[in-house]
């Protein structure tokens, strides 16, 4: 098994910034994929971004230029850094964790909510 640890989410003006946190914990070692998703009100769960363990990214086309992903293998912790927030961002984002061998991911986190105000 393997547990995801969010932290960061909070209130933000529209234009601001926030980082995320996701530690893993575990059976890290058959983890490849990391990624973040979020989920507004009524609306379906959709990929933010993902990244491997070898450090190749994928975006959403609604956060390109403005979300970078970034792991740090060493400390078994995944970031988010959010740019330019606008109120279409809010939601809870979940950490999320694919094992090797899978093509969806395998874990989540618990989420933290990330709210824009305009």
């Known amino acids: 098994q393997v547990q995801l640890v969010e932290s960061g989410g909070g209130l933000v003006q529209a234009g601001g910034s926030l980082r995320l946190s996701c530690a893993a914990s575990?059976?890290?070692?058959?983890?490849?994929?990391m990624a973040w998703y979020r989920q507004a009100p009524g609306k379906q769960r959709g990929l933010v971004a993902d990244?491997?363990?070898?450090?190749?990214?994928n975006y959403g086309d609604s956060v390109k230029g403005r979300f970078t992903i970034s792991r740090d293998n060493t400390k078994n912790t995944v970031y988010l850094q959010m740019n330019n927030l606008n109120p279409e961002d809010s939601a809870v984002y979940y950490c999320?964790?694919?094992?090797?061998?899978?093509?969806?991911?395998?874990?989540w986190g618990q989420g933290t909510q990330v709210t824009v105000s305009s």
């Open positions: 990244i491997t363990s070898g450090g190749r990214t």
């Open positions: 575990g059976n890290i070692f058959r983890i490849n994929v």
């Open positions: 999320s964790a694919r094992n090797v061998w899978s093509t969806v991911p395998d874990y």
